[in-house]
């Protein structure tokens, strides 16, 4: 991990803070790691072989847009329908993209290793750095991280298959979003645009949940997001 971090893709910190990040960061990895175990015996103990959940995990590495997928083709549907369902849950990462381009680099194969990387827990994780020398080194941090911990989850679930049993008896699902919650809290205490925003996105999101498909509802609340660029726009014209 340190040898990563003395490549071009990020700026060095003094060892005490990049021991604070990996600390800070070893939370989100153990839910990670903790939600990967659940997605790769769900995926296994509903029929599909080992190898599926597994390459899945290390391609296209998106959990929600996973756990949907694979729902899809566990009811029967067919590919085509399993990858579009992930692709609609997944352009939300479009803004979280957006949030982040500065602190990718400048190289394109570090950008595309970024892209793979960006997912809801690592992005609200570097935002909430309070410098661009810190959020460069967090996104990596956190990134790569999450990206391995996830990985190995989904591994040992699978392998598992049905020796779990139920998974969802365990409420592993409530752990991503305890995370987030955590991670966004502070910003929304000090930042009343942000907490604005925030509530219009949760209030869209609550509102759409029994009228449209699951994972729309996401999508509806980044309107949230708009407004706070919108506002933020408004305040630095006046």
Known sequence: MRSLLRTPMMSPLPATELTALVRDSALIWLAGGVVGVSFGAIAVAGGLPVWVPVVMSLIVYAGSAQFSAVGVLLAGGG????????????TRTAAFSL???????RGRL????????????TVAFTLAQPDP??????????????????????LAGALAGTALG?????????????????????TLR????????????????????PVVPAGVPVLLALAGLVAYRTSGRKDDAS
């Not at 329908?81 to 849950?89: K, M, P, Q, S």
């Not at 139920?166 to 502070?186: C, I, K, R």
């Open 79 to 90: 590919p085509f329908a399993a990858a579009a369902t992930g692709l609609l849950l997944n």
């Open 99 to 105: 949030a982040v381009a500065d602190v990718l680099g």
């Open 110 to 121: 570090t950008r595309l290793l970024g892209a793979h990387l960006v997912s809801d827990e």
């Open 133 to 154: 020398v810190r959020r460069r080194v967090a996104f990596w941090v956190n990134g790569l991280g999450l990206f391995v911990a996830w990985n190995i989850g989904v």
């Open 166 to 186: 139920d998974t969802a008896t365990y409420g592993l699902d409530a752990a991503f979003p305890a995370v987030l919650v955590a991670l966004v809290l502070p």
């Open 190 to 209: 000090k930042d009343s645009a942000v907490r604005r925003a925030a509530l219009l996105g949760a209030a869209l999101a609550l509102a759409a949940v």
